[in-house]
């Protein structure tokens, strides 16, 4: 190498280098992935067309798919089962549209369990809008449609609109489940406050797949030390979007206002000692 180059100079310029060769093949993937759900698509619509039009039935399909993999024998996904597939999701999706929505940007695995999954278009689309801003792999997203997440998502109730400024607020209530599902647990009904916290921490990744986008876990039994006094939160997580401490203090009986009392006291010492840490 030259002995004029400057060696941190030149790591940075092949690292930006690396970046622009990354993100290029990143939309190289994508836009193929686009044309070939839109190649998808419009099969499917022909199919349909021709079927209707000249009341072929499904026994046709086997012909074609034959033709089709003799014609293209480079090219796989011309099943007789991946026809069907093509046909329903021009009928999931009437509309040439198609292509501007999410359903376009996912793989043709994901969009086949949706249209089996999910029957209604518009949470068929958010799940697939999801899908996409959280990198779910399919089983992900079969999890996230199997413990209802859109029926879930942002209706907990909660006082933000109040005591949160927007956009904070919004964003707060958006991150948080009513109820959420922790049957991964399979813990008995009497179990205790640490056998759940044990537990939980045991499947922390299914955990923060339930809790949501954003959540980054700090500790459990997070010591804060207040005056000559410790306590121990039992759950402490950060949140990346909202930029806030959540505290999670778990309890297997009734609410009660002290229960209130103590989470405002872990909230003021979080706020004080750990603060200045984000």
């Avoid at 004029?4 to 060769?21: P, Q, S, T, V």
């Avoid at 647990?185 to 056998?195: G, N, P, V, Y």
């Avoid at 044990?198 to 955990?207: A, G, N």
């Avoid at 203090?249 to 984000?278: C, H, W």
Wanted: hydrophobic content about 40%; proline content about 3%; aromatic content about 12%.
């Amino acid at each position: 190498m030259d002995k004029n180059i400057d060696l941190i100079e030149y790591r940075d310029f092949i690292a930006e280098m690396k970046f622009r060769i990354q993100h290029a093949q990143i939309r190289a993937v994508t836009k193929v992935n686009q044309e070939l759900m839109t190649l998808y698509w419009d099969l499917g619509k022909m199919i349909i067309e021709r079927q209707e039009k000249s009341q072929w039935g499904d026994k046709v399909l086997e012909q074609t798919s034959k033709d089709l993999k003799k014609d293209f024998p480079g090219m796989n996904g011309f099943s007789v089962r991946n026809l069907i597939y093509m046909r329903q999701f021009a009928l999931a999706y009437p509309s040439p549209e198609i292509v501007k929505q999410p359903v376009s940007q996912l793989a043709w695995g994901h969009n086949i369990r949706l249209m089996q999954k999910v029957k209604d278009t518009s949470q068929r689309l958010w799940y697939a809008q999801k899908a996409i801003e959280n990198g779910w792999s399919r089983d992900v997203m079969l999890m996230q449609i199997e413990g209802n997440l859109y029926a879930r998502q942002g209706k907990a109730v909660t006082n933000f609109s109040q005591t949160l400024p927007e956009p904070a607020s919004h964003m707060a209530t958006q991150a948080l489940k009513d109820p959420y599902n922790f049957d991964f647990l399979t813990i008995h009904s009497k179990a205790l406050e640490r056998d759940i916290e044990s537990s939980l921490v045991d499947h922390i990744t299914q955990f923060m797949l339930e809790l949501g986008k954003g959540f980054a876990f700090v500790g459990k039994q997070y010591q804060l030390s207040v005056g000559e006094s410790d306590y121990y939160i039992d759950l402490l997580f950060y949140h990346l979007k909202l930029h806030c401490y959540i505290v999670i203090d778990l309890k297997t009986k009734q609410f009660i206002p002290e229960y209130a009392g103590k989470m405002n006291f872990y909230l003021s010492a979080v706020n004080d000692l750990l603060a200045d840490e984000r």
